[in-house]
Nanobody, 120 residues
Framework: QVQLVESGGGLVQAGGSLRLSCAAS????????MGWYRQAREKQRELVAS???????RYADSVKGRFTISIDNAKSLVYLQMNSLKPEDTALYYC??????????????WGQGTQVTVSS
């Protein structure tokens, strides 16, 4: 069994910063990529940023230059540093990982979500 646990959400004023963390726990698994998605009220879930184990990154246009994703492969941790936050960044942020457990196919796992609220 593999679980993703997020932390670091909260309330911040516009222009402020937050750092989200997500840890994958379990045993006998490998991770090919991790990422962050977000879902604002009455909107579809969207990709914010992703990173592969080879450190290839991808960002939504709306966060380029403000957010930075990083990964600690040894600890199965992914971080999202969010700077210059805007009210439109307010959403529930989900951690996502492509994980292969020993003897199984690769599968996408999701965390429970952490709320980020940016006040104007």
């Amino acid at each position: 069994q593999v679980q993703l646990v997020e932390s670091g959400g909260g309330l911040v004023q516009a222009g402020g910063s937050l750092r989200l963390s997500c840890a994958a726990s379990g045993s006998d698994f490998s991770i090919s990529a991790m990422g962050w998605y977000r879902q604002a009220r009455e909107k579809q879930r969207e990709l914010v940023a992703s990173i592969t184990s080879g450190l290839r990154t991808r960002y939504a246009d709306s966060v380029k230059g403000r957010f930075t994703i990083s990964i600690d492969n040894a600890k199965s941790l992914v971080y999202l540093q969010m700077n210059s936050l805007k009210p439109e960044d307010t959403a529930l942020y989900y951690c996502n990982a492509n994980i292969q457990r020993v003897g199984h196919n690769e599968y996408q796992y999701w965390g429970q979500g952490t709320q980020v609220t940016v006040s104007s």
